[in-house]
């Protein structure tokens, strides 16, 4: 378990089970179904990082066979008791084990590398996750962008935080979320794009299109910078040939 995962903590889990897609997450979310109708044949699906669910739950939504696992057993106990009906299983740090090779379509990601640190462990779960992909199968990996940290959010702050401008890649970045009671800051790594490409090639992966979800002025959401500055990107890998 990574020093950094503040999520194994009962009441972070307790609040964060409760968040389904209000404001900004909103925008990590609102593109990914016809992302996924684009790019991916199949339906067997791994949700790696599922969290208390949500993920797990919108992949299923979608008619997706999702299986959700994550390292954090209070969050698995959650997304288990909120549906009883999927299959949330703890795993052991990188350990993708249990699970054939090639043997999934899809596999989402969907915040769970923002606090895992390090390039060697990066590339070593990518390069696992890579391995469980059908030959048709595509990886989407949605991260914070490194600018999401330097600014102010519908659901998030960092004005707190000035701290967060020097920071590089690597470094440990604090944020509060703004749509849940506990206000204590999640402290995650700061990533950028081209961190993220190398990490990729070094997996035996293909960046086939990147995505950066913009608010909309339409939207019954109060935009702060969503509308100008993309807070998430949404990368669909597949294998290297
Ligand atoms: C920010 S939460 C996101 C949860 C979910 N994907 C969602 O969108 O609601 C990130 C999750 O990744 C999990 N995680 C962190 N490192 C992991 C690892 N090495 N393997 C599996 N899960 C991990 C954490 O325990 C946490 O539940």
């Known amino acids: 378990m990574s020093p950094f995962n503040v999520y194994e903590d009962l009441r972070r889990a ?15 979310y609102r593109d990914l179904p016809a992302l996924l109708a684009e790019h991916v044949r199949g339906t067997r699906a791994l949700d790696f990082g599922c969290g208390a669910g949500r993920s797990t739950r919108f ?12 390292v954090s057993e209070e969050m698995i106990r959650r997304a288990a008791g909120r ?21 999934f379509d ?25 391995g469980l ?29 000035p701290e967060n401008r020097a920071a590089r890649c690597g470094d440990p970045v604090r944020i509060i979320m703004t749509d849940v009671e506990d206000r204590r800051p999640v402290v995650d790594i ?25 608010g909309r002025e339409d939207e019954p959401i109060r ?13 669909l890998l597949r294998r290297a040939r």
């Open 14 to 28: 307790e609040a964060y089970a409760a968040l389904e897609f209000p404001g900004t997450y909103y925008l990590a």
């Open 59 to 70: 992949l299923r939504g979608l008619g997706f066979a999702a299986v959700g696992v994550d």
């Open 83 to 103: 549906d009883p009906g999927g299959d949330y299983r703890l795993i052991a740090n990188g350990d993708l084990g249990q699970f054939p090779a090639r043997s």
């Open 106 to 130: 899809l596999v989402l990601s969907a915040f769970t590398f923002d606090n895992i640190p390090g390039r060697e462990k990066k590339v070593a779960l990518f390069e696992a996750l890579g």
């Open 133 to 161: 992909l059908s030959d048709s199968g595509r990886i989407v990996s949605v991260v914070s962008a490194p600018e999401i940290y330097t600014h102010e959010w519908a659901s998030f702050s960092t004005r707190d935080f």
């Open 190 to 214: 700061v990533w950028p794009d081209e961190a993220y490409r190398e990490v990729y090639a070094a997996a035996g992966l293909e960046v086939v299109t990147t995505h950066r979800p913009l």
């Open 223 to 235: 935009w702060v910078n969503e509308t100008r500055v993309a807070p998430w990107v949404i990368y």
